[in-house]
């Protein structure tokens, strides 16, 4: 029986192209497509694919947002993550989200297809050369998870300041404590986060989610 696939992606002769390579040889029939998050959800509303090829990039909402939405609805569908984007911080999140594969999309139909097969065998599929980069971010991330874990509650909220663009007077003013103490804390946290200055500091503070960029 053929693997049903439905194709998300904002680009209609993308999906058109993806349709014939992944049809050619039968084994993979492509049975909806949509061109942005919102019709991806409402499509999915009418159809049952065995797995969903998702692009990030979309209008109206994005691939994460429908990775999100679609894993709290606790969907048994597979998600393939179908992307331009090889930046590790895109393959990070869609893997921590819950996405069952990430391919990007300069890869080679025979790739591809192999990673559909793989992950509707109940395997995740992660493009081999993304794999390096992936490894050594999570080997960061926990490095820096131990270092978030030595800050105080004090210091994290002068980081988030820090990383919201004020300056001492301001983070002083806002938490009532004086420009000496900010100072102090400063000087503390940015030993603590092994950081020389208020941009790496904020780089930190943003790189762990600790705040959001709009």
């Known amino acids: 029986m053929a693997i049903k696939v439905m194709l998300a992606d904002?680009?209609?002769?993308?999906?058109?192209?993806?349709?014939?390579?992944?049809?050619?040889?039968?084994?993979?029939?492509?049975?909806?497509?949509?061109?942005?998050?919102?019709?991806?959800?409402?499509?999915?509303?009418?159809?049952?694919?065995?797995?969903l090829l998702l692009d990030i990039n979309m209008p109206n909402m994005n691939g994460i947002d429908v990775l999100q939405t679609l894993k709290k609805k606790k969907s048994d569908m597979k998600i393939l993550i179908l992307t331009v984007h090889s930046e590790v911080e895109y393959l990070v999140k869609a893997v921590d989200i819950g996405a069952d594969g990430y391919v990007l999309k300069d890869a080679d139909s025979s790739e591809l297809k192999e990673a559909i097969h793989?992950?509707?065998?109940?395997?995740?599929?992660?493009?081999?050369?993304?794999?390096?980069?992936?490894n050594s971010r999570l080997i960061n991330r926990d490095i820096d998870r131990e270092k978030i874990e030595s800050l105080t509650k004090r210091e994290i909220e002068i980081l988030k300041q820090i990383?919201?663009?004020?300056?001492?007077?301001?983070?002083?003013?806002?938490?009532?404590?004086?420009?000496?103490?900010?100072?102090?804390?400063i000087s503390?946290?940015?030993?603590?986060i092994d950081v020389n200055d208020r941009t790496q500091a904020a780089v930190f503070a943003i790189r762990n989610n600790l705040v959001e960029l709009y």
């Open 163 to 185: 990383a919201g663009g004020r300056f001492n007077k301001e983070i002083a003013d806002n938490l009532d404590i004086t420009e000496r103490t900010v100072k102090n804390h």
């Open 188 to 192: 503390n946290l940015f030993k603590k």
């Open 10 to 51: 904002d680009h209609s002769l993308i999906r058109e192209g993806i349709k014939q390579l992944l049809e050619f040889d039968g084994s993979i029939q492509v049975i909806a497509q949509a061109a942005d998050g919102n019709e991806t959800l409402s499509v999915l509303d009418h159809v049952s694919p065995d797995i």
């Open 118 to 134: 793989k992950v509707i065998e109940g395997e995740s599929y992660i493009q081999p050369n993304l794999i390096p980069s992936l």
